[in-house]
């Protein structure tokens, strides 16, 4: 096989454009209506993201799915003795990375995570289908387990002793909130020349916005 053979074919972008008169000041807002132009057009899970942590060796990554975002940030759950929680502990600095190939888009969070209340994550784990609540207990994520059946038996014991009542949320299950204190965003354009702003967070709150060449 030759080299050729493994070329990817390259496409060009044309959906759309950013540009500083219309993505505004405020990059929250800025996201609000791009992700919901992502659900409005069906995208498949818009609210997909990756979570990068920094480990006690390594920078990990994976995908986690976004519950909710306000003036403050971004939200999902986990489990507090996962991977990706137990990095949150020794180093809160975590970064996000949504991108929407459909319209050519991707967006870049940089910020510090925290847990949310118990209450916030107590009515979101009600808000959650009952398998996914009895899954949460059954479950020690991230840690090994000898093979699926051991973990459709763990799944079988826990649904049995929650059989007549409620699920409630384990201790050590919850949400985290990444605070943004940088944002960029990025819309493929013709000729790889690129739209790129970046926000920054300045001391008063506010947001600095510069364009980034491509």
């Known amino acids: 096989m030759s080299n050729e053979d493994n070329v990817i074919p390259r496409s060009e ?12 000041n405020d990059p929250i807002m800025l996201f609000g209506r791009w992700f919901e132009a992502a659900r409005a057009d069906g995208l498949p899970e818009p609210h997909a993201v990756a979570l990068a942590t920094m480990g006690p060796l390594t920078i990990s990554c994976r995908m ?43 967006i870049r969070i940089e910020g510090k995570a925290e847990h949310v209340t118990a209450e916030t994550s107590d009515a979101y784990f009600r808000s959650r289908p009952r ?3 009895i899954g949460a207990w059954s479950s020690d994520q991230s840690r090994p387990v000898d093979d699926r ?10 649904t049995e002793r ?8 384990p201790i050590h299950w919850g949400g985290y909130l990444v605070r943004p ?34």
Do not use: I
Request: glycine share 4%.
């Open 13 to 24: 972008y044309d959906h759309s454009t950013l540009l500083e008169g219309d993505a505004g």
């Open 64 to 106: 986690v799915l976004l519950q909710s975002f306000d003036k403050d940030g971004f939200v999902f759950y986990t489990n507090h003795n996962s991977r990706k929680a137990l990095d949150l502990e020794r180093d809160p600095r975590a970064a996000l990375t949504f991108y929407w190939p459909a319209h050519e888009r991707q």
């Open 131 to 133: 398998e996914s609540r």
């Open 149 to 158: 059946d051991t973990l459709e038996q763990r799944y079988a014991r826990w």
């Open 162 to 169: 929650f059989a007549d009542t409620d699920v409630p949320r």
């Open 181 to 214: 204190v940088r944002m960029e965003f990025w819309q493929g354009r013709p000729s790889r020349l690129h739209d790129r702003l970046a926000y920054e967070q300045l001391s008063d709150g506010t947001w600095l916005c510069t364009r980034l060449q491509p």
